[in-house]
């Protein structure tokens, strides 16, 4: 190789880094955006971006949002319907839109999960969402939703209830202590039930609380709508979903070199996610064991977290310190202004 040729090359090397130093600066130079705290009276906008919505479910909903001194407004689309979705993509997406645009509604609780957020991830107007920062929380399908947004706005959102979910003491607690008072409070699971804490790997560890549905995470992959994850505190959760599956995605979050970024790992429940038969498989234990223990981060399994009657409203994008011995995650700042 010549020295002309040498230099040739050092120089692309050099101009194609200093390319890029733009883009990571003004990443970097995003702050994050916590939207206005929930107050008595404001209004909650209910919308369905993923499955079909029961039209029954809607007055239960609407008469415990009231007791708890909150208004509702429903998606113009709530109640559509095509195939399995709750009608098509781009109502659906007109539904997220007009919620974040209306100055009317101050919050936005998706009413079920199911599947079909993904699907209208390129449809939303992630400008918009980011000049109108409102509190925007569901768990399940609702995931890509929610990593969307973060990713896309910067944007802290909440994985926790959704409209059919138990509102149960333990959950409304968490929900007011951070969405109301603006409280950075340390979540632990109750006393009273059966949720057990499994030390995967002990320890303490800081970063951004990123996560969600394992299976709707998994099939974001090599989108660009998943946020930065290094140096980030990953939980996960599932339902009915066998031990080699969970495998799987795990396995494809190692693979797409998600995992070896994280600095903390915290699974919260899988719900009917034994496997069929128990002689020929792994335990879950073990399958998290060998995929979690080898990257010498804390983590911990058995969290309030997922398809469950008693769960965290986890503030997605704020700082965190979880503790895996304890079984703990300590919130560092508020979610909300």
Known sequence: MTIKRRKFIKTLAVAAVASQLPIARAYASRSRIKPPCLKPGDTIGLIAPAGIVDPESIEPITQKLATLGWQVKLGNHLLDRYGYLAGKDSDRAADVNSMFADKSVQAILAVRGGWGCNRILPLLNYKLIRNHPKIIMGLSDITALLLAIYAKTNVITFHGLTGTSTWNEFSLDYLRRILFNGEA????????????????????????????????????????????????????????????????????????????????????????????????????????????????????????????????????GVEVEIDATAGTIKMLEAAVK
């Not at 969970?246 to 494809?252: E, P």
């Not at 009917?272 to 879950?284: I, N, V, Y």
């Open 185 to 316: 409070v340390t979540m632990q699971n109750p006393t009273n039930t059966d949720l057990r804490v499994e030390t995967i790997r002990g320890g303490t560890a800081r970063g951004k609380l990123v996560g969600g549905n394992l299976s709707v995470l998994a099939a974001m992959v090599g989108s660009s709508y998943l946020p930065k994850w290094q140096h980030n505190i990953l939980f996960l959760e599932d339902i009915r979903e066998e031990v080699y599956r969970i495998d799987r995605m795990l396995t494809q979050l190692e693979l797409a070199g998600i995992l070896p970024q994280i600095s903390g790992f915290v699974f919260g429940n899988c719900r009917q996610c034994d496997p069929e038969e128990p002689d020929k498989s792994l335990t879950l234990m073990q399958v998290l064991q060998e995929r979690i223990s080898p990257l010498g981060i804390p983590a911990w399994y058995g969290a309030a977290i997922g398809h469950i009657p008693d769960k965290f409203t986890l503030p997605i």
